[in-house]
């Protein structure tokens, strides 16, 4: 069965640090595009960053600009592991993050509607 598990959530105070890994399971997603979303209470769910594969184990790396100055987003040594590498955090960046997988290709890495594999997201909280 392919999955994708989210580890790493938890409830931290505002300015501290946090990484969540996301591995996939039953096949390998060496050459996908892997990517990170969120979505807070109320709001419609987010990019935050994805890599996508661009040769040998080479990846392109995209982060959202609201984010980019904060989080960092990459492969493990495992090709098959996402992290997401949160600092400074705030209570705004409260919210549930998903990993999510698609086969290689050329589209837009923000655009959730293409990506076939999600996992079941972990729950971030900042309090202030």
């Known amino acids: 069965q392919v999955q994708l598990v989210e580890s790493g959530g938890g409830l931290v105070q505002a300015g501290d640090s946090l990484r969540l890994s996301c591995k996939g399971i039953g096949r390998s997603f060496t050459s996908d595009t892997m990517a990170w979303f969120r979505q807070a209470p109320g709001k419609e769910r987010e990019f935050v960053g994805a890599?996508?594969?661009?040769?040998?184990?080479?990846?392109?790396?995209n982060v959202a600009g609201s984010v980019l100055d904060r989080f960092t987003v990459a492969r493990g040594g495992n090709r098959n592991v996402l992290n997401l590498g949160m600092n400074d955090l705030r209570p705004e960046d409260t919210a549930i993050y998903y990993c999510?997988?698609?086969?290689?290709?050329?589209?837009?890495?923000?655009?959730?509607?293409?990506?076939?594999?999600w996992g079941q997201g972990t729950q971030v909280t900042v309090s202030s």
């Open positions: 890599t996508r594969w661009k040769s040998g184990s080479f990846y392109n790396v």
């Open positions: 999510a997988a698609r086969p290689k290709g050329d589209n837009e890495d923000d655009r959730m509607g293409d990506y076939v594999y």
